[in-house]
């Protein structure tokens, strides 16, 4: 992180922030002067000439969040909020007891991760400021050496680079865990959301355990909340690595992986549920916190953006295909059939996902499906499209093709009513077969965290029309299941 990378907007000149500061007061003394029991300012602590940049700004819609859950309910009267070159500032009018809010305003400053930033002052209804003092509480910290603040200031103890710098990591650490968060949450809900969609043809489900002997529902569980935090920890090495080629974060981002299998293996007993997940969800969180990142926040990244480092990335594991790198299912695949399985669907910047997963979620969720149905519909649509490896390990390549017509003349002629029933029957018929579509099951995993991210605001995603016909697209996952 560069300090001139982050503190890059519009300079405001000395005379700007002072006639910035006086039309402040003069606002509020219009407020005063109406009549009004309680006024809160909130401004943010910026140093140096630039006050507006993406992350000041987001830390300011962060600030202006949080103080909003914190003051009483139902007092507020009366807001007006600015973002202007000399910085951003809310004024907010409450009808309120003027030292309680002074109380939680202090509260809000301490214990905020960005509230060392936050400059927030409370008139009375005089226009008299309650200071901390009057509080009988100490001053306010320096961001630096912990002194106080004021004084620190006046002596100009500190260096503007050095203030400029801590400002940032504040900014930045805050931006990162916030993202890193909701990055992990979304990943960890479609975990959670497509092992419980009920039921899926061969696949652990509420209902069963599929063709699996040595998985249940409850495995799954396990397994989802040993992943949870590395899905937070592949989303910061994406935000941390923006300097980084594609090669050098695939790297970083494939030890983590190896880390996340090992702690998933020792909560599942050694049971392997989601390697393949491991693999994909951890080059999209990784793509997704450089995106984000690179915005620092400025918005929500394109979901073309975040594609395309997941196929360069992506394009980084086909080398696998020419190394010595042992006998994986996924390698016998490739070496027998020229199938690509995970490293493929990465590397094509996930197809399957994009253009029949997603899309059909979206699709039958605007019919008014149940989130549980619209996703049995969208694995049934990946399975009849999808050449999937994890049939073909299990059944041989025929009957994979079988299995793929059989479930698109399926998806063709169910009704939305008889998803459960229709679904059911197909699932008794590939566990007595022994099959599993695990590949597919990946996907819809997949389709869920981009559904979610997009769902939340997280991403930007051009909507595309769920795809008609059989059209197959080459086996693109990997999984035990």
Known sequence: MEVQDVFGGPAATLDEILDSRSRRAERQRERVERGCRCLVSFTMNIPGAVKQFPLSSFGFRSGLEALRRSLPSESLQWESVLEERTGSEGLFQLDADPWEVKRRTVRLEELHPLGRLFDLDVLDGTGGVISRSRLALPPRPCLLCGENAKICARSRTHSMEALRLRVAQLLDDYARDRGANSCASCATRALLYEVSTTPKPGLVDRNNSGAHRDMDFFTFLDSSAALSPWFREMFCIGWKGAGLSASELFQRLRFAGQEAQRDMLAATGGVNTHKGL????????????????????????????????????????????????????????????????????????????????????????????????????????????????????RGGAEEANRRRTQAGELFAAIAPGEIGDRLDRLDQEFIRNNLSPGGCADLLALSFMLYFLECDGHIQAEKTAAPEGNRSIAGKQKSKR
């Open 278 to 393: 491991i693999f994909s969800l951890g080059i999209l969180c990784g793509a997704l916190g450089k995106s984000q990142g690179a915005l620092a926040p400025g918005g929500p990244p394109q979901i073309d953006q975040v594609l395309e480092l997941c196929r360069a990335m992506g394009r980084c594991s086909l080398a696998d295909f020419d190394a010595d790198t042992g006998e994986s299912a996924g390698l016998r695949c490739y070496r027998e059939l020229h199938i690509t399985g995970v490293r493929g669907e990465a590397a094509d910047g996930f197809p399957a996902v994009m253009e029949i997963g997603l899309p059909q979620l979206r699709h039958w969720r605007e019919q008014g499906l149940s989130l549980n149905d619209a996703a049995a519909m969208a694995l049934l649509a990946l399975l009849s499209h999808v050449c999937d490896t994890n049939l073909i390990r």
